[in-house]
């Protein structure tokens, strides 16, 4: 199974922006799929995540209101789109996949790449 993480770029203070993730090898529908971020000498930290039928979301308190975590299982893609982007969302964001609707890195066993976000004028 392979996470392939896309659609990062360089965006101004108060833009938007829409990352994906496309899961290939099995299917997408038996995944809670969630999106973490790394900031430059920062741990990596929970995002948002989604159960399988996308019925149940959770929120970093960061990104509450900002964000929006979704999912396509018939294109085995999730999404993350992005509003209201500061500096402080700057960071290389990864998407992982998991069995349970955590925030816990520990609980997500398979990773992308990463893609990344960069948020200046």
């Given at each position: 199974v392979q996470l392939q993480a896309s659609g990062g770029g360089l965006v101004q203070p108060g833009g938007s922006l829409v990352v994906s993730c496309v899961v290939s090898g099995r299917a997408m529908n038996t995944y809670y799929?969630?999106?973490f971020r790394q900031a430059p000498g920062k741990e990596r930290e929970f995002v948002a995540a989604i159960n399988p039928n996308g019925l149940m979301r959770s929120y970093a308190d960061s990104a509450r209101g900002r964000f929006t975590i979704s999912?396509?299982?018939d294109k085995n893609t999730v999404y993350l789109r992005m509003a209201e982007l500061n500096p402080g969302d700057t960071a290389v964001y990864y998407c992982a996949a998991s069995t349970a609707l955590s925030r816990e890195v520990a609980s997500y066993r398979l990773w992308g790449q990463g893609t990344?976000?960069?948020v200046s004028s």
């Open positions: 799929m969630g999106w999912r396509d299982n990344l976000v960069t």
